[in-house]
């Protein structure tokens, strides 16, 4: 979105179809970069705020090391760490931190709370996961599925699952990509209509489904995530009952012999996925946990140049 001069990344459609392709071409070229032992420090002197209200591995970690690689510096700030955690509101603390950093990147649970932020911000905010959106796993995924797959408009790819942040942003990325894209979940955990709505808005909504093995029969890339995200604890065994038969194990890829098998990670292996395939030749989670370093990187030399 866009608020006054400054542009945020509070979901992937906040990208235009160009924009997009601009940031994985980038994301690929400090890749490369990196493999040749380039120095690519694009931001020096600038400073990222990094929010956390939930744990993180990948996300902290990539940004983090992206903001060194680019010359410039990191803030880890855990929500019980800062005022917030003691009652601060978040307006005033986004307000706060734009008068220091460069940019913030936040990891909160309601979605409009990274809608505050940005309204109240003064500098980009990067959306590092909400309860319904996951921007920044999407354009990892979707450089990781362009390395396997140069033509993305023939890539026929599969969410299987809970349709969650990590799918509901997988969903707008592949409508802006042009990837074809079949989702099956259990009746009551699909992706928000408004969502499928946005999808169709960029072009193509994706074929929803109930049954897993229509979905991924013939696929190139099958995608899963957890069954019980952050924040959803309490519900854990109603859930691990309604996603009984959602599991990506070996059986039901014997119905897309060519799959690739994709995970944002991290796994719990023997629920969604077990740990068979996760350790197969076809999984390529690591390339994805990799890649959210080389896209970290892009997002924020492109937000802040
Ligand atoms: N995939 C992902 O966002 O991982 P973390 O929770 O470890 O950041
Ligand atoms: N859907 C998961 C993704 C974690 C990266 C969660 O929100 O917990």
Known sequence: GIEGDVRHLLDIDD??????????????????????????????????????QKPSTRTRVSFETGMTHLGGHAIFLGADDIQLGRGEPLKDTARTLSRYVDAVM???????????????????IVNGLTDDAHPCQTLADLLTIRERFADLDSVSATWIGDGNNVAQSFVLGCALAGIDLTVATPEDHGIDEAVLERAAD?????????DPVEAVTDANVVYTDVWVS????????????????FQVNQELLEH???????????????????????ESE???????????????????SWLLE
């Open 202 to 210: 960029l072009g193509t909504a994706p074929t929803v489904t109930h």
């Open 230 to 245: 952050m924040g959803q604890e309490d519900e854990r065994e109603i859930r691990l009952r309604a996603f009984e038969g």
């Open 106 to 124: 936040a990891r909160v649970f309601k979605h409009e709370n990274i809608r505050v932020m940005a309204e109240y911000a003064d500098v980009p």
């Open 282 to 300: 076809r999984s390529i989670v690591f390339d994805q946990a990799e890649n959210r370093l080389h896209t970290q990187k892009a997002v924020l």
């Open 15 to 52: 990208l235009s179809r160009e924009e997009l392709f601009t940031v994985l071409d980038r994301a690929a070229d400090y890749k490369l970069a990196q493999t040749r032992g380039e120095g690519h420090a694009d931001l020096p002197g600038k400073t990222l705020g990094m929010l956390f």
């Open 256 to 278: 897309a012999p060519e799959a690739a098998v994709m995970h944002c990670l991290p796994a719990h292996r023997g629920e969604e996925i077990t740990d068979a395939v996760i």
